[in-house]
């Protein structure tokens, strides 16, 4: 069964610190693997898209990892800005039809001041 | 412009009820989605247009009902509404037909069934 699994669920870092999100999936056969973000009342806005040849990738301060071997993945935040709390969902596709995408619950990251 | 607009964003209704969600994209797009995403944040797909096709998760009650007038449009219609309804809806598009391709998502609406 394909799974995509989060972690930490939330966590509450102070602004100006840097963080690392996990996913770990068994998602097969693999095509990509997207980090979206969540805004509170907000739908989620992609940061990036990474295929299987892509170790790492990065949209301002969030580098994304990629290894395929171990079916891992995290997002790194660099220096956190207040603007950065919300819901991270890793997303991982198997390519094929419309419904080949499988959907992590999500990491939900407060910046304190 | 917003890219992929749906209204209304917020619904409340009583049970048993008929409503609809509106989604409009202006990205020119070809395909377009509804998911829902529950109290525990999961994103599910329910339905994918494309090209007058229609892909339906089987696990969608079929009180749900997506409607297409024209490829930007793909309005959501729900009948007999239960509580368990209640949930976040959001439609996305896509160039792409196959989960390879960049999803855009709306703002979502939160409909709420008393």
């Known amino acids: 069964k394909n799974q995509v699994e989060q972690s930490p669920q939330s966590l509450i870092i102070l602004e100006g610190k840097n963080c690392t999100l996990q996913?770990?999936?068994?998602?097969?056969?693999?095509?990509?693997l997207r980090w979206y973000k969540q805004d509170t009342g907000r739908g989620p806005v992609s940061l990036t898209i990474m295929t299987f040849s892509e170790n790492t990738k990065s949209n301002g301060r969030y580098t994304a990892t990629l290894d395929a071997d171990t079916k891992q993945s995290s997002l790194h935040i660099t220096a956190s800005q207040l603007s950065d709390s919300a819901s991270y969902i890793c997303v991982v596709s198997h390519g094929g039809g419309a419904d080949g995408l499988t959907f992590g619950k999500g990491t939900h990251l407060i910046i304190q001041p | 412009d917003t890219a992929v607009s749906q209204t209304p964003k917020y619904l409340v209704t009583q049970m048993g009820n008929d409503k609809s969600i509106k989604c409009e994209q202006n990205l020119g797009h070809d395909t377009m989605y509804w998911y829902k995403q529950d109290s525990k944040k999961f994103l599910k797909i329910m339905f994918s247009?494309?090209?007058?096709?229609?892909?339906i998760n089987e696990t969608v009650p079929n009180r749900f009902s997506p409607k297409s007038p024209d490829k930007a449009h793909l309005n959501l219609h729900i009948n007999s509404l239960e509580l368990g309804d209640s949930a976040v809806y959001f439609c996305a598009s896509s160039q792409n037909p196959t989960s390879s391709g960049e999803l855009f998502f709306g703002e979502g609406s939160r409909l709420t069934v008393l």
């Open positions: 996913c770990n999936y068994t998602v097969s056969p693999f095509s990509n």
């Open positions: 247009y494309n090209n007058k096709e229609l892909i």
